[in-house]
């Protein structure tokens, strides 16, 4: 029998027609939308046969949604790190009055050496027999994206656990309203988790990486996370937002690239926290929730950091949807970036749109990038089928490459797959705020794993 993480698309039907992208889809059990009730709230959860999480979770706008930063714990073992590590977080989460039964969406970063297929099948199991049982009283397991990095905020960390949530329950006697903006809710104690009010737009970014300097030079990662974070700010500023109304963020390191030396050099971790505390400091905010993860990513081409935000609209901004009716261009979201380019920089959901979460999605049957992101893109669009939700209508899109050799082939590999899919004009002209970040390692001993978020 396969290890459970490579049992994950044993059950689509592969009939694939690559001119109209579009894929039969089996009815059956599998493929009927489920309303799970989970702690009081009412989210649709599809699930998936063999994977102990599931395909999709639909997160209707009347449910608040909470966004945690990243979670690590001391441990012999990995799997006693992600116990210690859930543990943690429903520990926050009880002190708010929730518990890990109101999560949709999780992501685990698995701390490996290298792309040893025994490592990597092993960390994977480990991750798993912590996973299962922290979701055994979930009516039906949140989402979930697991994937191979090389450094943690922890040094000794083997795994970093973060997660989104809905309810619909009252918790504001936990928490207290955000200084700057009305709509969103703080705990009383920690600050690694955020939440958003039921009925609020939000902005979601692009991973943005840091221009050149003035002399074609990336310099240092201080620089470059500066620079990353300006550049965020001022996609924020396009919809009417600033740093104070973010809720959520994710930073994605690089090492410097190697120059004739078999050492691999080490992430500068310590000029990523230097400029990112300095950037908050400046804005006189405390951070919000922050993801944290290292990786080969982008170090080929200099680029050592790549951030991304989301943020909540305030009461009264002004480029926030009342309703639908008042939405212009889609009754579900605008986009915001450069007409030339293939992906958006920022996208606002409407208010009244439900938000649709993607658990990540890989073949095993192709031997290549390409192959492989066509391939998980025609399986994530027969979930996005069950879900309701169409190509058009993805805001989001993550990919992760384990591309170390070959970056530049295998990058633009992925892109040509990207191209056949969105902002293609006979098929699909509409673009998504995307990030593509190269890791370690990716499950099942794939090449690319792919998640998304959707709105209907």
Do not use: C
Not at 76 to 103: C, F, H, N, P, Y
Not at 206 to 214: E, R, T, V, Y
Not at 328 to 333: D, Q, V
């Amino acid at each position: 029998m396969l290890p459970i993480f490579q049992q994950e698309n044993a059950w689509f039907v592969l009939e694939q027609s690559m001119s109209t992208h579009i894929r039969s889809l089996s009815l059956g059990s599998l493929s009927i939308l489920l309303s799970v009730s989970l702690s009081g709230q009412s989210a649709q959860i599809e699930p998936l046969d063999g994977p102990p999480y599931s395909a999709s979770a639909s997160v209707s706008p009347n449910l608040g949604k909470i966004f945690t930063g990243t979670y690590t714990a001391a441990g012999s073992s990995r799997k006693i790190q992600a116990m210690k590590a859930l543990a943690a977080m429903e520990q926050d989460l009880v002190g708010v009055g929730l518990d890990l039964t109101d999560v949709i969406n999780i992501r685990g970063y698995l701390k490996v050496s290298g792309t040893d297929p025994e490592e990597n099948a092993t960390a994977m199991s480990e991750w798993n027999e912590a996973f299962t049982p922290a979701f055994a009283e979930n009516t039906m397991a949140p989402t979930r994206t697991t994937f191979g990095v090389t450094t943690l905020e922890d040094p000794d960390a083997l795994i970093a656990v973060e997660a989104v949530l809905a309810i619909d329950k009252d918790i504001s006697g936990n928490l207290v309203e955000h200084p700057a903006n009305s709509r969103v809710m703080l705990p009383k104690g920690s600050f690694n988790l955020s939440y958003v009010k039921p009925f609020t737009a939000m902005a979601l970014t692009s991973g943005i990486l840091a221009g050149a300097d003035s002399d074609g030079s990336m310099g240092s990662m201080a620089r470059q996370t500066g620079n990353a974070l300006e550049k965020l700010e001022a996609a924020l500023g396009s919809w009417g937002l600033s740093a104070a109304d973010v809720v959520y963020i994710r930073s994605l390191l690089s090492p410097p690239l190697a120059e004739g030396s078999e050492e691999k050099p080490e992430v500068d971790v310590a000029g990523y926290q230097e400029a990112f505390s300095e950037f908050w400091k400046s804005q006189h905010l405390p951070a919000p929730p922050t993801s944290f993860l290292a990786a080969p990513g982008f170090n080929t081409s200099g680029r050592l950091v790549e951030i991304e935000f989301y943020a909540a609209f305030p009461d009264g901004a002004t480029a926030q949807f009342a309703t639908l009716e008042d939405a212009e261009a889609s009754p579900l979201f605008r986009r915001e970036g450069t007409p030339t380019s293939f992906l958006n920089r920022s996208a606002i959901i409407a208010r009244d749109a439900t938000m649709v979460w993607f658990a990540g999605v890989i073949d095993q049957d192709r031997n290549n990038i390409h192959g492989q992101a066509v391939e998980s893109l025609l399986n994530l669009q027969e979930r996005m089928i069950t879900a309701g939700v169409s190509f058009p209508n993805i805001v989001q899109l993550r990919a992760y490459l384990q591309i170390e050799n070959g970056f530049r082939t295998d990058f633009g590999d992925w892109n040509t797959a990207y191209k056949r899919f969105f902002n293609a004009p006979s098929v699909n002209p509409e673009k998504p705020v995307r990030t593509a970040f190269p890791v370690k390692s990716i499950p099942g001993s794939a090449v690319i794993e792919i998640e998304a978020i959707g709105v209907k």
